[in-house]
């Protein structure tokens, strides 16, 4: 089945500077790549996706990239604000499932 | 558009007792899901059902069965619980080729 790895496991950035967590996935099926963002004590919550057939994608201060061929993906948070405080997750989608990274505790030092 | 709704919120089972987690949908959505959500080690995929009438194990299936009871509910039954399955669990429903939408989560503790 797919692996996902997920680095790095926490993340302290100083508010206004960017954030980058980098995924990895084993299965070169897998099509489809959210992302997603979990606040504490609630459920994960989409914010950003990318196809394999696209190398980037861009919303606002967030973006995503994909290298097919290295088989890896990454999310990059700019300018960074004290509501990006949260754990973020990667995934990957492969014939209906969807295999998630271990998750990134991202906080933002104000 | 209640999107994906679960019940119960919280529960407290002994080791041995049995219990049903509900869930459903709103969206139309064919796909549905229960993942399990531990300290440290992200969602990991029990079951899902890629469509009405299907059901197929995930990573983590062992003690778990699933009923796909229509398009819009699937439910996860836990028939002997034991102490390894406190854990929270999402269900989640997506349309084809996409993903997206979890529910709030059952907080399950087994003493």
């Known amino acids: 089945g797919e692996n996902v790895e997920q680095h790095p496991s926490t993340l302290s950035v100083q508010e206004g500077d960017s954030a980058v967590i980098k995924c990895t996935y084993s299965?070169?099926?897998?099509?489809?790549f959210p992302w997603y963002k979990q606040e504490l004590g609630k459920r994960p919550q989409l914010i950003i996706d990318?196809?394999?057939?696209?190398g980037e994608k861009k919303d606002q201060r967030i973006a995503v990239t994909l290298n097919k061929t290295a088989k890896h993906f990454s999310l990059h948070i700019t300018e960074t604000q004290p509501e990006d405080s949260a754990v973020y997750f990667c995934?990957?989608?492969?014939?209906?499932?969807?295999?998630f990274g271990a998750g990134t505790t991202v906080t933002v030092r104000a | 558009n209640a999107g994906v709704t679960q019940t119960p919120k919280f529960q407290v089972l002994k080791t041995g007792q049995s219990m049903t987690l509900q869930c459903a949908q709103d969206m139309n959505h064919n796909s549905m899901y229960w993942y399990r959500q531990d300290p440290g080690m992200g969602l990991r995929l029990i079951y899902y059902?890629?469509?009405?009438?299907?059901?197929d194990k995930g990573e983590v299936p062992n003690g778990y069965n699933v009923s796909r009871l229509n398009k819009r509910e699937f439910s996860l039954r836990l028939e002997s619980a034991a102490p390894s399955q406190t854990s929270v669990y999402f269900c989640?429903?997506?349309?084809?080729?996409?993903?997206?939408?979890f529910g709030p989560g059952t907080r399950l503790t087994v003493l």
């Open positions: 299965d070169s099926a897998s099509n489809y």
């Open positions: 989640a429903s997506s349309p084809a080729g996409s993903w997206g939408f």
């Open positions: 990318i196809r394999s057939n696209v």
């Open positions: 059902s890629a469509s009405e009438g299907t059901t």
């Open positions: 995934a990957a989608l492969n014939d209906y499932k969807l295999s």
